[in-house]
Each structure stands twice: as C-alpha cells, then as structure tokens.
C-alpha cells in the first residue's frame, strides 16, 4: 500500500532535548512538507523540499531542522532552541509537476509531541 | 496574520440537510483552492479543489464555489450524513509558488443523523 508514515504516534520529551520526528512516503513523490498544527489555528508550514538534498524554510522554520537525504525520507529535529514545541506535526508529500501546475498533497497520520 | 480564514470553528446539521462550509482569503494573488477533510487522528485527505478560473467544481455530493470579487469560497455537501462528520479545512496557493499552501483554522462538521 502506497502511504506517508509518522512515527512515533506519540512522543514524550523533557525540555531541553531535541528530539526528531520520522517521515517516510512509498508514493514516489519528489516535494515533501512538515507542518505544525495547534489548537484553533490552521496548518502552518515549517519546512518543505521539492528535491533530495535541497529544502527550503516555510513560515515557522526557527527552531526546527530537517534533512533530506533520500526521496522517501524527510526527518523533522524539534530543537532546544524551538520555544514552544508541544503542537501537533503533520508531514505530506507530493508530486511535483510542472511550473505552474498544481498537485494537492497527502498527508501521513501525524506525530502529537508534549515536551514535559 | 493568518491569510486564509475560517471563522466558524463548529457546525451542527442533520443527516439529509445542507451541509455549508466557508472560507475566506485575503490574498488576491490566490489563484487555487483545496478541501481537505480530517478524521481525529488521522492526517487530512484531499477532498475536492477549485482553480481560480472556474467559479465552481462538482463532484459527487461535494461542490465547491468560489467567489473571487469577495474572496471566499464555500463547500456544499448534500446530502449530508454520518460519516461526513470530520473537521474541514480550507487551503490555498498562487501560482508560481505552488509549494505553499495556506490553510484555514478548520471547521468541525457534526452531521447527527
């Protein structure tokens, strides 16, 4: 079955520690994003890669890394430096098509982190 | 400063009846318009989307309508049931920068049968 996996479902940290959040998609896509979700706002876009070894900042980058090494893989650090982490993390992928086109994307299960 | 605005955080119908979600933008440079549906503890699947060419995209029980003088659209489910109750989200991009969405606060729709 083609899907965005998210592990773990839950995630406990004490603050202070970075801590990192698993991304993997088997749909062959080349864009993925994370995204951020707390109570009563909308998705917000952390950080996004059209390709493997490239990635661009979104709207809340500070405080957060990521890296993408492989095509399916896009792993999120939550860092020390990131001031209020406890949220809801969402990652997606999609394809990436031509300049001016348009792809919706998919979305895995998500990762709810409480940093104690 | 949130650019895509959902401003009715719950919505109650009965089974059968008109279900009807707005979306507003603020963004004029928006030019294409997702739905996107979310069961608790699950991430959100797509559900329908709407070009900024077109004023409004059918499919099924859904419908989506945009109006781009008042920077809004709206989805219509009809008939509504059950297993429509999930939160809704709205989202949009403009061309060009197709790898950025912005989405809506979300909408919680409970359909009660």
């Known amino acids: 079955d083609g899907g965005i996996t998210q592990s773990p479902k839950y995630l406990f940290r004490k603050e202070g520690q970075n801590v990192t959040l698993s991304c993997e998609q088997n749909l062959n896509h080349d864009a993925m994003y994370w995204y951020r979700q707390d109570p009563g706002q909308g998705l917000r876009l952390i950080y996004y890669s059209q390709i493997v070894n490239d990635f661009q900042k979104g709207d809340i980058a500070e405080g957060y890394s990521v890296s993408r090494e492989k095509k399916e893989s896009f792993p999120l650090t939550v860092t020390s430096a990131q001031k209020n982490p406890t949220a809801f993390y969402l990652c997606?992928?999609?394809?990436?098509?031509?300049?001016?086109?348009?792809?919706?994307?998919?979305f895995g299960p998500g990762t709810r982190l409480t940093v104690l | 400063d949130q650019q895509v605005k959902q401003n009715s955080p719950s919505l109650s119908v009965q089974e059968g009846r008109i279900s009807i979600l707005n979306c507003d933008y603020t963004n004029s440079m928006f030019d294409y318009f997702l739905w996107y549906k979310k069961y608790p503890a699950e991430g959100p699947t797509f559900l329908i989307s709407?070009?900024?060419?077109?004023d409004k995209n059918e499919d099924g029980r859904f419908t989506v309508f945009l109006n781009k003088s008042a920077k809004h659209l709206s989805l219509h489910i009809v008939p509504s049931q059950p297993g429509d109750s999930a939160v809704y989200f709205c989202a949009a991009s403009r061309r060009y920068n197709f790898n950025k969405f912005y989405f809506g606060s979300g909408t919680k729709l409970n359909v009660k049968p």
């Open positions: 997606a992928s999609s394809l990436q098509g031509a300049s001016g086109t348009y792809n919706e994307q998919f």
């Open positions: 709407i070009s900024s060419i077109k």
